[in-house]
């Protein structure tokens, strides 16, 4: 019989009173055992009712904080702080990002199977939320690039022991996930899940432009350390 791994999903929310209550009643429909996995929330700074609609979904599997420092690296340390001491995998998870009731299950088959013992860190398929041709078709190319580059976005999973010994980079504005990929790998293996179970909003493809977000993302990716703290990020909400 399979093991039942114990899952912390941590979930960094700024200005997300939009997409964070969707997010959670997805989350309580998981068709895993409760007491196999937990939800926590950190509030980010927000300006709108982010805090006060994450609170009303408080209950023994979720866990509502709010971070006194703003920052999306900030959120996802202090989450993992937080998580219980029998949590197996951490998996951090944009507020605009769904999880369907199978995907946990689908997770830990995955991550019983002997090749993937090694793994620490890795990544799975994300679907658009939004069902447009032009959204199906841009995760669809953007799917295979990062599996080809281990590339996380939006839901990066991390084993917990590792993640004790890396920690995301508090000082960075943007490509926080990708840094932290660098340091994992020097303690195991990157999975790729290929499923059908996880969405997230293309708001910030829409808004700013597929062609232009990839380019600048990209462009992110090979600048240095120290440029990466200097640069804002641009939030789009």
Avoid at 15 to 40: A, D, F, Q, V
Avoid at 51 to 64: E, P, W
Avoid at 131 to 159: A, C, D, H
Avoid at 198 to 203: G, I, L, Q
Wanted: charged share 30%; aromatic share 14%.
């Amino acid at each position: 019989m399979k093991e039942r791994l114990f899952f912390s999903i941590v979930i960094p929310a700024r200005n997300e009173e939009k997409y964070l209550p969707k997010t959670l009643r997805y989350l309580r429909k998981m068709n895993y055992p409760k007491s196999n996995y937990e939800i926590i929330v950190v509030e980010n700074g927000s300006t709108d009712r982010t805090y006060q609609i994450a609170s009303k979904f408080r209950s023994k599997t979720t866990k509502v904080f709010a971070s006194k420092k703003a920052g999306v690296s900030i959120a996802r340390n202090f989450g993992a702080a937080k998580a219980s001491r029998r949590s197996d995998w951490l998996i951090f998870l944009d507020a605009d990002t769904i999880l369907k009731p199978k995907f946990l299950n689908e997770l830990n088959s995955f991550l019983n199977k002997p090749k993937n013992h090694e793994a620490v860190t890795g990544a799975t398929t994300i679907l658009p939320l939004e069902k447009n041709l032009k959204s199906k078709l841009w995760l669809g190319f953007y799917n295979i690039f990062r599996e080809l580059f281990n590339i996380p976005f939006t839901v990066q999973i991390v084993k917990t022991s590792a993640f004790r010994r890396a920690k995301y980079d508090v000082q960075l504005k943007f490509s926080e996930d990708m840094e932290i990929i660098k340091q994992l790998l020097k303690f195991g293996d990157f999975f790729f899940l290929k499923t059908d179970q996880a969405e997230t909003s293309t708001r910030r493809f829409e808004k700013a432009g597929y062609a232009r977000t990839m380019f600048k993302w990209a462009c992110g990716t090979l600048t240095p350390k120290y440029f990466k703290r200097r640069k804002p990020y641009e939030v789009i909400r």
